[in-house]
């Protein structure tokens, strides 16, 4: 099968010119899959062509190589992430560090929600190449800062006194993380339902008793 | 290297008779911990020999298989968790629902941090053979005493009722589970210590506000 004969599903008739029937991003979507089910390790790229139905080479035409749909992958989970808390450390705006605090978990967690594949792949990723200790390195800017606005709003006296700060900041993202275990979004419980229940429970459980 | 010259660390000059030099749970311990870096399916009896420095006959004493050693890791996470929770969903107890959850969590918190390596493994399991699938079930069937728990909690007015009971539910698994990623028993912060912090947050955060 050459690249010009595959079309994608959903499309018959509609033969691509001389490009492979799956844009980029559907490539990245199954890769991502795939490797959520049976592990990045276990996973070749044979595998992803034969799970797309499509040749190797249709693959390449679109990533250099599995490890580069990893990057892609973990690039997506992490640029949402980064920039939902870099927002929030912004600490020219005018808010309390407990109100940031909670708009970026809120914020989190929607970009979890909306990248829940990636942010799944990201949190199993063990370290086993440059390109996985660069994205836990990332992982642990994310978390520093996040760390960061915990310690100002306990200094602020709007958290409570008895946890510390970094337990405080582990246990706030052990709770958005392990969504990916069981959220769905195309499940019954609609993705602001579920940031307001997270960010109702943490904040209303980390409020300093006034 | 027969059976009888291997000979554990730390025991120098003191020869078993005629058995191994590990014992069965230091072997259980041991392949928990490899099971654990590099994943249960990536890794063999002769991985686990390897690591342990002794011939494969020394582990067969003691298990019959590499699924022995991951049913013995699985039921030494789930006994402790069912048991701890049963004995909470025990409504003849004159405590509230809302106290026997409180206890259940703490004492859920406990049972993980006393067994980590066991709970990792199972959180891991992802149903890929009639054992995992028969520990999933069991995880099920606590999972659904929680939400039991949880729901009685809720009846009695007693948690906020703005998050559905099993929202509820997921959330304080999610957090307790989340442990098993970055706790460590012998760091700086004590078993009890992370048992309050963790039952001070989500019970603060899950009461029903007067």
């Known amino acids: 099968m050459s690249d010009v004969d595959v079309e994608a599903p959903g499309q018959p008739g509609r033969r691509p010119r001389g490009r492979p029937g799956y844009?980029?991003?559907?490539?990245?979507?199954?890769?991502?899959?795939?490797?959520?089910?049976?592990?990045?390790?276990?996973?070749?790229?044979n595998d992803l062509a034969v799970d797309l139905g499509v040749s190797k080479s249709a693959l390449y035409h679109h990533f250099d190589s599995k490890e580069a749909l990893l990057?892609?992958?973990?690039?997506?989970?992490?640029?949402?992430?980064?920039?939902?808390?870099?927002?929030?450390a912004d600490a020219t705006r005018d808010e309390s560090a407990y109100?940031?605090?909670?708009?970026?978990?809120?914020?989190?967690?929607?970009?979890?929600?909306?990248?829940?594949?990636?942010?799944?792949?990201?949190l199993r990723v063990r370290g086993n190449s440059p390109l996985e200790m660069s994205a836990l390195e990332r992982r642990r800017h994310i978390d520093e800062q996040l760390a960061t606005l915990v310690r100002q709003a306990a200094a602020e006296g709007d958290?409570?006194?008895?946890?510390?700060?970094?337990?405080?900041?582990?246990?706030?993202?052990?709770?958005?993380?392990?969504?990916?275990?069981?959220?769905?979004?195309?499940?019954?419980?609609?993705?602001?339902?579920?940031?307001?229940a997270?960010?109702?429970?943490?904040?209303?459980?980390?409020?300093?008793?006034?």
Chains 1, 2 share one sequence.
């Open 23 to 45: 844009d980029r991003d559907t490539v990245l979507r199954r890769a991502i899959e795939l490797f959520n089910r049976q592990g990045y390790d276990a996973t070749s790229i």
């Open 71 to 88: 990057s892609a992958a973990l690039d997506e989970a992490l640029e949402g992430l980064s920039s939902a808390v870099a927002a929030a």
């Open 99 to 122: 109100d940031r605090l909670r708009a970026t978990v809120e914020a989190a967690v929607h970009i979890l929600v909306a990248h829940l594949p990636a942010v799944t792949l990201l």
């Open 159 to 196: 958290l409570r006194d008895d946890v510390d700060p970094e337990v405080i900041s582990r246990l706030v993202f052990g709770m958005v993380n392990s969504l990916t275990d069981w959220y769905r979004p195309d499940g019954p419980i609609p993705p602001d339902t579920i940031a307001a």
């Open 198 to 210: 997270v960010a109702g429970v943490l904040f209303q459980g980390l409020h300093a008793s006034r």
